[in-house]
């Protein structure tokens, strides 16, 4: 169970990026004035997705606070990090974001570390 709460994290956190990545890129770029950029961000808040997003990143930090009661830091954190992984595979996928052997050479070295952290 108590990696559960670690997994939650994650898939949540990703979640909450992949939501705001959607909704944001729908409402196109930011404005580069003041008063135009504070209307863009009072829409983006009020857009029910993204407000979902937000949700996810507390129920993240909820999950989180859990994981924390069953795990020392040092090896629950670098977990966090295949959000990363999942961001990077999803933006690809979904966003027709660049794949290139740079990015995935740091997922890998990204699950090495994972790999060698948990078995500390």
């Known amino acids: 169970m108590a990696y559960l709460y ?48 937000f949700a996810a990143a507390f129920l993240a930090s909820l999950t989180w606070m859990a994981a ?8 629950a954190y670098p977990f966090m990090s295949i959000s990363f992984i999942i961001v990077f595979l999803l933006s690809i996928f979904v966003f027709g974001e660049t794949f290139n052997f740079y990015k995935l050479g740091g997922c890998l070295l990204i699950v090495a570390g ?3 952290l948990s078995k500390g």
């Open 114 to 116: 994972i790999i060698v």
């Open 6 to 53: 670690i997994a939650a994290t994650i898939v949540l956190t990703a979640y909450g990026q992949l939501i705001l990545k959607w909704r944001l890129a729908l409402k196109g770029a930011m404005p580069e004035a003041v008063q135009e950029k504070l209307v863009y961000l009072f829409y983006a808040l009020l857009d029910p997705y993204v407000i979902s997003s």
């Open 68 to 75: 924390l009661t069953k795990f020392e830091l040092s090896y």
